[in-house]
């Protein structure tokens, strides 16, 4: 089989993996259930997906994939547009609440509760950074654009950060901003979080809009790295 037969195999098989994933959840994915809803014997599948685990991790690259890649087009398309970093980040944080929804199944995967058994090898740590990345570098022009505020007070104690951040960031900015990563990385947690509740309906029973509520999420979250979010904007 060529490269490209190759590769069509194994798309399938991922679509019907995504498939099974959104039915019956991640327990439901192994290549015997591949196989059988690809009317195809397991030896065709396992010559691309060897086991469970393996299927796990193609759809997990893929979702962490695509939903940093929709928060890039959308980055892109802000700044094409002149946006301040403000709405950068409210474009982007949007963008990824539309493809959460759009793909509940893939979000529950890489957000949700960790599947029993499975450990996600170090491949999918790069697509997992697009995220953070895509957020660090709407922080990075911020700053470099004088977007921000200073904090009222600075984290206490030495740094909190793992070399990774600091390298993601580009380096840790001078006094009063030497605390950004870490407020970041804060921002970042506030974003997952706000998205948990609203993919698995936490919110729906307390507020009347739940995009409209999101975007003031954001924004709320986003005072706490000096930035400001704009608002008055319709929702999606």
Known sequence: MDASGIGSADENFKSTARQLLAKEGASGVSPDAVARDSGVPVA???????????????????????????????????????????????????????????????????YGSPVPGYHAPQDTVPPASRTPAVLAGIVRSALEAGELTPPRRAVPGPPLLLPEAVELFGGVPEAPFSDIIERGIVLWSNLIGLLVFQVFSRTHDSVRDESAFFDYAIAVAAESIGLEVPSGETTD
Do not use: K
């Open 44 to 110: 065709d599948v396992e010559a691309h997906f060897p086991d469970r685990d393996a299927l796990l991790t193609a759809l997990v690259i893929d979702a962490y994939n695509e939903s940093g890649a929709a928060m890039e087009r959308a980055d892109q398309a802000a700044r094409d547009a002149g946006a301040p970093a403000g709405a950068r980040l409210l474009a982007v944080t949007r963008a990824l609440r539309r493809w959460s929804f759009d793909n509940t199944a893939e979000f529950t995967l890489i």
